[in-house]
């Protein structure tokens, strides 16, 4: 294993502080917590807490910041945070319009965001959740019941971060919430396995010719292996995946996001967005907001994946497009 690290089992608190060390004019760390807090919340606006395991940056704290969330809980690699640990980020973040947890559908995530829920209603904070689970790829997974949360979960901090950065109360972000998680959908491919520091080795080996359609975002298997292909195969066979989910019609208006999973450049990013774009031109919809970069990552994992967001309402796009003031978006 070739890493730059110190001790692995000392890998999240690090980063942490490197990140802060960074970024202080934007974030700021709460005590010696896995809590990355906004140096800019405003009273009186509901306030975006996310988070999870660690090992899928920028997700979650580098999107902390003016007009996204108010704070991410990082727990362990690729291990949910504890509910005192969500619990702590609930306090901190609520400037008394209450908070909305966007939590991404893995059971130990729902778990203990649900509990923290529930601990912070019994101090009067009113909280609302989100479980986002966009991957189309399978239904049930390890660690999953229903369909995995992914890349998707970033454009859900992007729209209701601006939603609650315009002032909307918590209940006009939570029915926001609830219309656009359904018409966002996500489907990756994996060239290799990520290496947990801890662990040391990859989570899980393909051949040398090999990729996986489907791999989730902590190694756990997707729906079918194949031969190496060409860029346009691969997008052939994710868009058609996507266009069967959306059953789409020409003249709809869409947004995508090409997620690099960690170890895929730049260069074969936008290879990839330029296969899907001529896919997507010869269906006939309208694309009116593009990402090609690293936002869910796995670690080191090799491939990349495809978000797709149904723009049904203007106002949406609107919220993509809003001027935002943090690390990573």
């Known amino acids: 294993m070739k890493k730059i690290i110190n001790q692995p089992e000392n890998v999240v608190t690090e980063m942490i502080d490197g990140l802060v060390y960074a ?32 090992g899928h940056e920028p997700a979650h704290a580098g999107f902390v910041g003016k007009g996204m969330l108010a704070a991410a809980v990082c727990g362990p690699v690729f291990t949910s945070p504890t509910p005192d640990q969500i619990l702590t980020a609930i306090q901190e973040a609520d400037q008394g319009a209450g908070v909305l947890l966007v939590i991404k559908n893995y059971s130990g995530d729902v778990m203990n965001f649900e509990m923290a829920k529930d601990l912070a209603e019994m101090e009067d904070i009113q909280v609302e959740t989100i479980i986002v689970d966009d991957d189309i790829a399978v239904e049930d997974s390890t660690y999953t019941a229903g369909k995995r949360g992914v890349a998707g979960t970033v454009l859900v901090h992007k729209i209701l971060g601006a939603a609650a950065d315009n002032g909307a109360t918590l209940a006009e972000v939570k029915e926001l ?153």
Do not use: C
């Open 23 to 54: 970024y202080g004019d934007l974030v700021t760390r709460i005590d010696e917590s896995g809590i990355v807090i906004s140096k800019n919340l405003e009273a009186g606006k509901v306030s975006l807490v996310s988070g999870g395991g660690s």
């Open 177 to 329: 919430a609830d219309k656009i998680v359904p018409n966002i959908k996500t489907l990756g491919v994996a060239l290799t396995g990520a290496t947990v520091p801890e662990v040391g080795h990859a989570g899980f080996t393909l051949a040398e010719d090999e990729l996986e359609f489907g791999v989730g975002i902590h190694g756990e298997p997707g729906y079918r292996k194949t031969k190496v292909a060409e860029s346009h195969v691969l997008a052939e066979e994710i868009v058609g995946k996507l266009k069967e989910q959306f059953n789409w019609s020409k003249g709809d208006n869409y947004g995508l996001l090409v997620n690099g999973l960690g170890a895929t450049p730049l260069m074969e990013q936008f290879v990839f967005a330029n296969d899907v774009r001529q896919l997507l031109e010869k269906e006939g919809l309208t694309i009116t907001f593009k990402k090609v970069g690293d936002y869910m990552t796995a670690i080191d994992m090799a491939g990349l994946s495809l978000t797709m967001i149904h723009l049904e309402d203007d106002a949406w796009l609107t919220n993509l497009n809003q001027e935002v003031n943090t690390i990573a978006w």
